[in-house]
């Protein structure tokens, strides 16, 4: 990377965690994505989730349709695991490159995760397949027990789930996706290599206070939900330092502003149009823009087995505020964009 007091020059970044949906919402927000990401992985939560490889190939048509030509841009797909997930089916999906990794989400842990997997054994036989064919498992990590405190979730899955997971299939390649407490971090660093974490800009930048600040901020509202303080220091602290273990996974996850304002709002932050600009004054304000490139550049590519993005990415800072729009405007009503609390000073050049 270089580096000086108002430009830094890096690897051109990826975004290992992304919802862009489907249809005129795609069209609409993926290019929020593919102006600053040369790669991402596509989430499978759709209406209809994509559970099969011909789900995924399918999407992957979709997807890649709706990106200008001129744009060098590669969707990599997930499977959405299921108790019915056909063991062979993935691995040739895996095989064939039509999909990059399987995402597991515990039902009813997040949007449109009703199909999810109930009973974590029952899976165990996939897993197993996967272990050896050296398929990446994506985890949402959270358990979904009503008697479970919302905000304790995420710690009792690393107990009750993730350990005995990893000590039936230790050589798993895992990515605990959106780690928001302390004791992920302190989980992720005594382990081992097979292990790694996505970090949102969201969790980095904000703590639970923000949702109730003057009443009820739905815009706010993600699952996992924004954490105590001391949580969200943790991720601080490992991303400022630039610890291998830990990459850029934004989870935009665009909604309506219909369906965040109701009395069901939908959880999911849209972060995508502005998460360069963002996290680079996160990391200018912590002192730390030399770590700026491990963690949305390299670190990801280097867990996935991946070259690095040959194209670069420059950032200038300016002398004055930039401006960013709260809305983006789509044939389907308009979409809230995040808004981190902070003022922004840097921007992509060109």
Request: glycine share 4%; charged share 25%; aromatic share 8%.
């Amino acid at each position: 990377m270089k580096n000086s007091p108002n430009q830094i020059v890096i690897t051109k970044p990826d975004d290992w965690h992304l919802h862009i949906r489907d249809g005129e919402i795609m069209k609409a927000v993926l290019p929020a994505s593919y102006r600053w990401a040369r790669r991402a992985i596509i989430m499978p939560n759709l209406l209809s989730p994509v559970v099969t490889c011909e789900d995924a190939r399918s999407y992957l048509s979709r997807i890649k349709a709706c990106i200008e030509k001129t744009v060098d841009f590669e969707p990599m797909l997930t499977l959405y695991l299921t108790e019915e997930t056909k063991a062979e089916d993935l691995v040739l999906g895996f095989r064939e490159k039509i999909i990059k990794a399987v995402k597991l989400y515990p039902a009813g842990a997040t949007t449109n995760s009703h199909n999810g997997v109930k009973n974590i054994t029952k899976i165990y036989p996939i897993l197993a397949a996967m272990s050896e064919e050296g398929i990446p498992l994506l985890i949402h990590g959270e358990v979904t027990d009503p008697y479970v405190d919302v905000f304790d979730r995420e710690a009792v899955f690393i107990d009750k789930i993730l350990v005995p997971m990893r000590v039936e299939y230790p050589e798993l390649n895992i990515v605990m996706e959106h780690i928001t407490t302390k004791q992920s971090v302190d989980y992720i660093l005594g382990e081992n290599s097979n292990l790694a974490a996505t970090i949102t800009p969201h969790h980095l930048i904000l703590n639970r206070n923000v949702i109730f600040e003057g009443g009820i901020r739905p815009h706010y509202y993600c699952l996992p939900v924004l954490k105590r303080e001391i949580h969200r220091q943790a991720l601080v602290d490992v991303v400022t330092k630039g610890h291998k273990k830990f990459f850029l996974g934004t989870d935009s996850a665009p909604h309506i502003d219909d369906a965040k304002i109701d009395k069901c709002g939908c959880a999911g932050i849209f972060n995508s149009p502005f998460t360069m600009e963002i996290l680079a004054q996160f990391f200018d304000n912590h002192n730390a823009l030399e770590n700026l490139e491990n963690f949305t550049s390299l670190n990801g590519a280097e867990f996935y087995k991946l070259p690095y993005n040959k194209e670069k990415l420059s950032l200038i800072k300016s002398d004055e505020m930039i401006h960013m729009p709260e809305v983006l405007e789509t044939k389907k009503g308009p979409i809230t964009i995040f808004n981190p609390n902070m003022q922004i000073f840097w921007q992509i050049e060109n």
